[in-house]
């Protein structure tokens, strides 16, 4: 499944705001954005705030890659029994 964000450092604001929120779908993204936006920013809930803050949505990549230091033990195992 991909998971929706949005990055507050994106939305032009003054205050320098920092914070990011994620959710499974658009409607709950777009939810917590609004309110995070009204409490805030001080923004007004209106049909235009939230065309602008979908148009900030953005999808997170699953990568299948393993995270950093994710090497086998196998891996560990051979390098400490390699003769250097
Ligand atoms: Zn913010």
């Keep these: 499944m991909t998971r929706k964000y949005i990055d507050c ?3 032009p604001s003054e205050m320098h705001c920092t914070v990011s929120i994620s959710a499974d779908n658009d409607d709950e993204l777009l939810e917590a954005a609004v309110q995070h936006a009204v409490s805030v920013h001080q923004h007004q809930d209106t049909p235009e705030l939230r ?8 999808e997170e990549s699953t990568s299948m890659e393993m995270p950093m230091g994710g090497r086998s033990a196998a891996d560990m195992e051979a390098q400490r ?3 250097t």
């Design 9 to 11: 450092r994106e939305y």
């Design 81 to 83: 029994n390699r003769p």
């Design 51 to 58: 065309q602008q803050l979908r148009q900030l949505f953005k």
